[in-house]
């Protein structure tokens, strides 16, 4: 990469960078009065934060979710009393559980396979189990029943997952999925997902946006600065004590089987899978509103962050590189899909994001930068342009499958990349008026994000804006 001094005398005066801020200005003063900053919206509200403590919702420490108060806090304002909602990036099921206990129908589709298993758990307690699954849930929370299995089950591994635990955590992961066998398949659903829970605590590992971060103890190497993340946590001790708590947050008495409220919540529909291919699936005019959160523009990649969780479901090396192809285009690694062969449909969401001047100019400016030797990564370009082209099409599907006056609220981060901010709340937003969507107005969250950290070093810590788009179906 060249010097950063070099690359800026280019910029000065370069044409690529002043279409950029020219598309910029013109698309701001098209929304200007669709932004509005919103005091209620929290940093802590629009992230999991809020969930820490929440029941149910803390068990499994999803950190690009939003909270279910969030949730909450849309069906109040924008009147979302009765029906069905839809969240096409389920995630953990925030937005679906949350709708459901509002006696609200929710639909979901999740592509990764630690979102649908959270999910699946979720609903399975939610529904209450006999007393017998209750009692033996309840003797795994008080004595190590795993530890006197006389077999063991293979703890599967990807490239990326070798060596993450100690060898003494190893063994007792071995034994605990071998006697899971030995129970119910409900009860086997949610021993499994306990052990999903603490799998972080217990592990030379921490979730870091774009990867897993190793601590020094693992033996990897992991960059120039060494990383300890402080005591990692007894096995034991970390999957009884989280036993514990999902049998607090679901169990009235001691007496009380798992309290179901079935027959209260709005009913639950799961699909697996990438909503690219899900959403071209579902009827016509089915939903009143939309709550959502896609991934950011900000190159995290979920297959490596989830690696140990998704090792334990099953998912192999190929299958790893595949689910990361799935995705919506968020990181460098994303090819191009040929999103015009997938759904001949999708024509004017592509050729409105052909059209979108800003769109097209910055995606211009970072090619330009990619010749140069300018980036950081080659696959920048490539990705952005991914990003922005996916979301089009998923936009065009929401505008198809929502009822009329239907609201669409989404939260998402604008990004930087290359001394370049990218309003990806303007262009998204007037892309979605191109497929069929009014822009009610975009709200604005009082303290915005900084840069990534390889930014702040050239850049400085500019403030990007963090939105929830409030779109409405005419």
């Given at each position: ?384 342009r991914g990003y922005f082209y996916e979301m089009a099409c998923v936009i065009a ?71 929830v788009y409030v779109w409405r179906k005419p």
């Open positions: 990469m060249r010097d950063r001094a070099e690359q800026l005398r280019i910029e000065t005066g370069s044409p690529l960078f002043d279409a950029v801020d020219h598309a910029r200005a013109e698309l701001s003063a098209r929304f200007a009065d669709r932004f509005v900053t919103e005091p209620m919206l929290t940093r802590s509200l629009v992230s999991f934060q809020a969930n820490k403590s929440r029941p149910a919702y803390r068990w499994y420490k999803f950190k690009e979710a939003f909270s279910a108060s969030l949730v909450e806090y849309f069906l109040h304002r924008f009147g979302i009393q009765r029906g069905r909602i839809l969240d096409p990036f389920a995630g953990s099921g925030t937005a679906l559980f949350a709708a459901s206990a509002a006696g609200i129908d929710a639909d979901g589709v999740e592509l990764l396979p630690i979102g649908q298993q959270i999910i699946r758990a979720r609903q399975i307690i939610r529904a209450g189990l006999p007393k017998e699954d209750l009692d033996t849930l309840r003797q795994w929370s008080r004595s190590r029943v795993w530890e006197s299995h006389g077999t063991r089950a293979v703890v599967p591994e990807l490239r990326v997952t070798k060596g993450a635990y100690p060898d003494e955590t190893k063994d007792s992961i071995e034994r605990y999925l071998a006697a899971c066998q030995d129970v119910s398949l409900s009860v086997r659903t949610i021993l499994r997902f306990a052990l999903f829970c603490v799998l972080e605590e217990v592990s030379f590992t921490r979730k870091d946006g774009q990867y897993l971060r190793w601590d020094y103890r693992s033996g990897r190497r992991q960059g120039k600065k060494m990383f300890d993340k402080g005591a990692i946590a007894d096995f034991g001790s970390a999957v009884q004590s989280k036993l514990t708590e999902i049998l607090l947050d679901a169990v009235a008495t001691e007496e009380d089987e798992l309290v179901s409220f079935a027959d209260l919540n709005g009913a639950i529909r799961l699909f697996e899978g990438s909503c690219l291919q899900v959403l071209p699936g579902l009827d016509d005019l089915a939903y009143d509103a939309i709550i959502t959160s896609p991934p950011y523009c900000n190159r995290y990649d979920y297959t490596r962050t989830y690696a140990l969780e998704l090792a334990l479901l099953g998912v192999d090396d190929r299958g790893l590189g595949e689910l990361r192809q799935q995705m919506l285009s968020c990181t460098v690694e994303n090819r191009a899909k040929d999103l015009r062969g997938m759904n001949p449909q999708w024509a004017l969401a592509l050729n409105a994001s052909d059209r979108q001047p800003l769109l097209q100019a910055i995606l211009a400016f970072l090619e330009a930068q990619k010749a140069d030797g300018f980036l950081n990564n080659s696959g920048i370009p490539r990705m952005v599907e929401c505008s198809r499958v929502m009822k009329g006056n239907a609201p669409l609220l989404m939260v998402n981060d604008n990004v930087r990349y290359a001394g370049v901010s990218i309003p990806v709340d303007a262009i998204l937003s007037h892309i979605a008026e191109q497929v069929g969507f009014r822009v009610e107005s975009i709200l604005v969250l009082p303290n915005g994000k900084g840069n990534s950290s390889q930014q702040m070093g050239e850049h400085g810590r500019e403030v990007l804006r963090k939105c």
